[in-house]
């Protein structure tokens, strides 16, 4: 089979270097061109030195033509970019995500620039939206703590009765790979602080994915991967533990990387790999339920990949499945 | 003056060795003896070798006459040495915090030993508790996740419309000097998971104390010191931040280990220091409030002193000045 | 091709784990059985729950007949083990790593059980001994300090005018699964010391195989994976950094897991892969080599199927080629 | 007694607010001003938040009049600044530490600029050079991997027989409050690597005081706190670790911050103090001495405010006797 030029642009940060070391790892995929502002003319293992060894791609700052693109940009640079590629898009920025644009500028301080091509997208966790995937030309890739989020509260909403609380809580990693004051190793290694209260950007994408009301804190450990995220749900009925269990199994039955547990999860059972760990518990008419992500993975270029897949007709788990590694 | 001549009794943990460390360094008080069953016969310095050049106590066997008691045994243990103590005791275990016996069964697993003693126990969180600590022989200090979880909320009890969920996170020196599985360094530094689903022992403690119905859900971080919550709390009318705010500057006017902010707070500004820092947020219907303690000084030692300090009419801050350190 | 049915006997520690991952993800082998005492009738994900879901092996008792063993057992139980099996057999522990019995009494505290059998052993380092290992039937892999140190040292060895200082140092992994003191979470997590002065055990492979004498002193660290090795190597002449650099290009000129550099190195760069990284310094008579590899990995389980795989006739990096992740 | 009048100048970063911290501390200083010129006009726990609660200082631009001031100043500012200043200094910089100018400007790549000045500074570690600093109306303080260094070497300087190699190990906190790549959270919490071949500048202020000739390497590791060296010293005859430890042991009778060991030592019981802990190790012709302080403290401002102490007449021990916590 051929396979498929694929050209990742904005490489040079921490979610783009892992769609780097997934794509280079994938048996279906030719990775031709990794793009960056700052980084073009290096060589890609000056930026990502752990990659030594594997490629001899040098970051360019144009963007060729290829079948896909993978944009791995800041926030608001991909609705300049996408207008001007021809070929499939998957975006792991939080460009595309919101289909409702008063939201997106609520919650993003700028109106949207491409209104018209945000009804062309279809929002990227397959678990819950893989037929569009399918078939779309573009797609915006869930965000980190609104996947761990929305996968924990789809299976409920049905069965939730009002507002779920969802307190989040999230690896340095996330905040990318520029050094700044709240990731300081000195500060951070002792730290644990509660950020953006009331208004963080996941709270419209996870209500619109998941089809919940929630409050969402968000939170700061001194994990470098990881996203876990504990969601309380008040719930229409009294329902077991079992009973919800049995409601999550159905809802993911088959799914690859979904692996469910009665009671809690851990981040350390996911680090650099595509699962979401889910764990199930209830009593009268609450549900609890906590979900463990890598963030860069199954919350950011995991993701990105698996819809990939999907769009290009390839098995969904291709390049995905090496074990994770413990500890 | 006369100093107090005061004995701790379990000092060969964590939370006996920062008594060790505040009372050494406390002006009015004198340090006669350290008990320990494993650790007797030992210097102190073998078994918190932090303090080597501070003092040449040997770990005894057996409890000497005192003025005070501070107590810091494995649960259940305070039940049965309490009784043969003549003088003033803190305990700092959970085996005197719970006045319903029912309550203490159903969540210690256990019958109380001491149900005639228990009456005699003040609950020991001094900015909700003061002049009870003050006229007590007993007072059980409160626990670490419900000192920071009772402070957060007992300013809100007549406020809140139902019950609060709180949200816990604690560090790996919570679970004690003794190694396991769950504190294991290859383990616990890329560990973040939830325990203890809607049962955790701090549960009635954290009602009794507030005044508020909570679901309590206990989270362990790789942190080391530190418990931070992080408590939901619906409000019987909508508050804006600032009307919550004012009501938490009036509840602790004047309290020297209560620091409060607008928005967020931090563990790593009160690690070794006996503060609280309480952020306080809030929307429509619901507050948020953020607590961030040291678990072993002001969620263990350090509130044991602050109360030693009551009972016995020293300058309730004696002893637990010293700066915290950053970073 | 048909896959050659491998056991790992010994597969609840960390490296035995990294051997079960390794192998799980290996193209030419079929990972027929786990063994383990206290793991007997568990669950392969019940004690490495990260690899949910690629296996359903249970832990058994019983050594079933393999083409490969792959064993990491504890210290002394290989050889107990070795002679009961047919096969062919990778040992990752100490046992047969050292030729000379006088040696490994001295090191090893107890006489050599096997002193026969130790004679067809290879020592498992591919770089410096590939021809013995493809013909062998039985090989010890190289240590964890012990691998860096030697692939630090060997390229020297005409050049050292007399005993180099390697100064290791260790991430907690190293210490295995099993909770101690010392890699008790709230202890390690800001700990550096040293341990077993001038006589560790992995002084004598060093010699042995670099050809260089040395004095070696390893120290721990917060690291969870991860060893480190600086060497200080006196040299007969005044030779540049450029000098020695191509001294190491040279003797490592076409090596698949050796990665080179002019200057430092570090473990971020290696983790879960099986490069050694190698930075090299020189000033006046003196050499400074630094070595970065994954404990588990290069120092472990990596270096086991590099050994598997020439023994078997494999490619030697077959199973071996995940790009390693950042951060 | 009346207070000393001090000034910190530059008390914005880590050191500088170390400083604040044992000086708010101390019973004999009376702390009027800090001074910071990107903080300056902010109050001091809007910098330094947990000192909350201490002080209503505010940065200021302008250095007030004082009996002493403690410079924390960014290399190459304290040589402008000491000239203005009327009154005792305590400078914490490299700037007035090497006696030797062209090895200060070979080291430091400037010319100095106060030669003249440069010889009334005493170079501050009390411990070898306590009477000149009792004189000394300017002294500058001792680096941190200096001071652990020089304090290991110089009991040994009549027996070292040629060059000693000290490997040095640093916690992020020597690298400053200032956000950088390789202290970047995610990056550095996995890291060890080497830095800065055989040109440190610590290495001339090594051989300036302990008088033996050094090869000095340093390394970064994940800690936050705490530096670590390890000095290997070549022996004119056979030493036993009994003689060794007796020459340490005479070297430091009495002195109040330095604790001896027999073998290893670790850095992990000096976090928050004053302490150098040592241990010594010997074999044939061959010393090692291990060496533990917290980089912040006996490395940075306590050292300081040890010197200050000192020069005013002061106990040597005001204001550092706080004991140092565990965990």
Redesign the interface.
Known sequence: MTKIKTCIVGASG?IG??AV?LL??HPNIDLIAVTGNESAGKRLDEI???????SDLVYQKEIPEADVYMLSLPHGEAQNVVPRLKGKVVDLSGDFRLQDTAKFEKYYKAPHKQPELLKKFAYGIPEINRSRIREAQYVAAGGCFASAAILSLWPLRELAAGRA?V?G?T???GSG?K???K?????????????E??HHRHTPEIEQASGVEV?F?P?S??????V?T?S?VPLKREMSADEVFDVFRKAYAGE?FV?LSK???????????N?IDL?V?A?GR?A?V?A?IDNLVKGGAGQGVQCLNLMCGLPEEAGL???????
Not at 186 to 195: D, E, K, L, N, T
Not at 263 to 273: A, C, E, M, Q, R
Not at 321 to 327: I, T
């Open positions: 921490y270097g892992e070391r280079l790892g990502q030195p752990n990659l030594r060894g594997y609380i307190d809580k690896g340095s990693s790979i050094p700044g004051e990731t300081h190793h000195p500060f951070r290694a002792s730290s644990f602080f509660a950020y209260m009331f409050l804190q939170h450990t001194p994990l470098v991967r990881g876990f504990t309380y690859r692996r009671g809690t999860t851990n981040v350390n059972n996911v680090k650099g790999s699962f764990g518990a009593e609450t609890i906590f463990a499945l090496m074990p994770p590694a413990q500890p």
